[in-house]
């Protein structure tokens, strides 16, 4: 059933106290109730922003370069229903002032037939794939996948027929929760196969990528320098801040997008 507006609004006051509902998972039998109520057999897949991928050798065609927004595009092109929300309740609950709230998800599949209509429209592909294009101009990363908590708030069953794709800022996005969350529910938020972020002797040290720019709390201070650990999720935000070019980001080509379309896949209906 279809969320009423009060509900909506309810979430976005109590969006501010999330990180502590997110440690709250770390508890034995609330963390396994919350993923079986919420996350139950999700995977949500971060894509690094297209202007960071290193061109790792020549190209004749420059248009051949293999973009992480292929994977959207991809999507949006296959399914039969789409959603374009008016907001973004995460930026609207956080009170975000550096990216514009108005730059909502995009949902796709037959569920999104249950959404409150008050809260988005239902559009065209073209539409979504403008709406797409809109959000990464405005520098905002696109997460993409199965999301039961976004059925959950949504009213917008079954999960199995709703994909989201989610444009995410740094200093909200829900998924910023991931240090916070129990490493069950956490490890369903993954980086995208064949992406490889690392420091290299540029690095001077200056700390530009660690002022808050890492959601995941990915990159650390070893010897006075720069260091990316396990928790990277691959996002390139801090490829795009390093003012020394010191930090890389490669992806394995065509073959990373396609394991990418494989993995998520399967675990949606599209119609």
């Not at 909506?8 to 079986?36: C, E, H």
């Not at 956490?186 to 540029?202: A, F, L, S």
Request: aromatic fraction near 8%; proline fraction near 5%; include cysteine.
């Amino acid at each position: 059933m279809a969320r009423p507006l009060w509900f909506v609004n309810f979430l976005k006051w109590l969006y501010p106290s999330r990180r502590i509902f997110a440690k709250m998972t770390r508890l034995p039998v609330i963390g396994q109730v919350v993923d079986y109520l919420f996350f139950r057999k999700d995977e949500i897949i971060y894509l690094p922003k297209d202007n960071t991928v290193a061109v790792q050798e020549n190209l004749e065609d420059p248009t051949s370069m293999v973009l992480p927004s292929q994977v959207v595009d991809h999507f949006i092109q296959q399914a039969t229903h789409h959603w374009i929300m008016d907001f973004c309740i995460c930026r609207e609950g956080e009170g975000c002032r550096d990216y514009p709230h108005d730059l909502g998800c995009i949902f796709l599949g037959e569920s999104v037939t249950k959404i409150n209509s008050e809260l988005g429209r239902r559009v065209t592909k073209e539409e979504a794939l403008q709406h797409a294009r809109r959000c990464r101009e405005a520098g905002l990363v696109h997460t993409i996948g199965r999301n039961r908590l976004d059925a959950v708030w949504l009213g917008a069953f079954p999960s199995r027929k709703l994909m989201t794709i989610c444009n995410c800022c740094p200093c909200c996005c829900l998924w910023g929760l991931v240090p916070h969350l129990s490493p069950a529910i956490g490890d369903k938020i993954t980086k995208m196969p064949g992406v490889q972020v690392w420091v290299n002797e540029r690095c001077t040290g200056c700390g530009e990528c660690l002022n808050g720019i890492c959601a995941m709390e990915a990159v650390e201070w070893k010897d006075g320098k720069a260091v990316i650990n396990g928790a990277c999720r691959g996002c390139g935000r801090c490829v795009e801040i390093c003012p020394q070019d010191a930090i890389h980001l490669t992806i394995q080509g065509s073959q990373s997008l396609e394991n990418t379309v494989t993995r998520i896949s399967p675990l949606l209906d599209l119609g």
